[in-house]
């Protein structure tokens, strides 16, 4: 597991990437991308876990762990693959530059999008150089209960309204510059959810992959 290489362009074929704490990865997750990835068409979903995420507190398993989680959770999938370029980092793991990371990589050209859910779009105007980020890739937001599907702030609904399209083809055809909203299956769960369930002595057996409960298990995390 490594870096992943992107020396070959795969132009009319977007590469996604999905960033995240994964701290654990849960059918929240894997669902809803799984669901995405047929939606639009996507070859290949790059897995991100991030080292230190600088909008909210530490998580509670090492990186090594949060690593290992993803790693087992993403066995099953030959389409997702996991890229530890946010871990390797000493320093806060910031969006737009990994973002630009891949975007050097892979040249101006090539279709770029980040996945997101929609808890994350309504709070996207408190992440680092914000309003850059749809210069170096498309959004495709997955849905998730609980959050409204508009954003209270005008200035934000008109950005979103800008740049949304309802055409998958926009996504594989520019490099970049677009939202997609994703009628993705809902799923209730949160990683924090998990971790009190846990330290609460409660099954989480619907909630995320067997492989992921047994590690929990075996290595005692959330207790
Ligand atoms: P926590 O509860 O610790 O805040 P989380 O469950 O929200 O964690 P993260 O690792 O912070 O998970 O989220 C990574 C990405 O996954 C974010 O873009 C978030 O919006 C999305 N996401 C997390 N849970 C869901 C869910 N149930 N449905 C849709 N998207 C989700």
């Not at 669902?31 to 909008?55: D, T, Y």
């Not at 000493?90 to 980040?114: C, V």
């Not at 709070?123 to 890739?137: A, F, G």
Request: hydrophobic content about 35%.
């Amino acid at each position: 597991m490594s870096r992943t290489n992107r020396s070959t362009p795969l132009i009319n074929q977007a590469i996604a990437l999905y960033g995240g704490t994964f701290d654990p990865i849960h059918y929240g997750h894997l669902r809803p991308v799984e669901a995405l990835s047929g939606l639009i068409g996507l070859k290949e979903v790059i897995w991100l876990p991030n080292n230190i995420p600088p909008h909210r507190p530490q998580p509670e398993a090492s990186s090594q762990q949060r690593l290992e989680m993803v790693r087992l959770a993403l066995e099953p999938y030959s389409s997702f693959k996991v890229d530890v370029r946010e871990l390797e980092k000493p320093t806060p793991s910031y969006t737009i530059e990994t973002l630009r990371d891949f975007r050097k990589e892979i040249g101006d050209k090539q279709p770029l999008a980040f996945i997101i859910g929609q808890d994350s779009l309504l709070s996207i105007s408190t992440w680092h150089q914000w309003n850059e980020l749809l210069n170096v890739c498309h959004l495709l937001v997955c849905a998730r209960p609980g959050y409204q599907t508009h954003f209270e702030n005008t200035q934000m609904q008109t950005w979103l309204t800008q740049h949304q399209t309802k055409q998958q083809e926009d996504i594989h055809c520019l490099p970049s510059g677009k939202i997609f909203l994703a009628d993705t299956p809902l799923y209730n769960i949160s990683a924090t959810d998990i971790r009190a369930r846990h330290k609460a002595g409660l099954n989480c057996h619907d909630l995320l992959p067997n492989s992921v409960e047994d590690y929990i298990r075996q290595q005692q995390l959330y207790k």
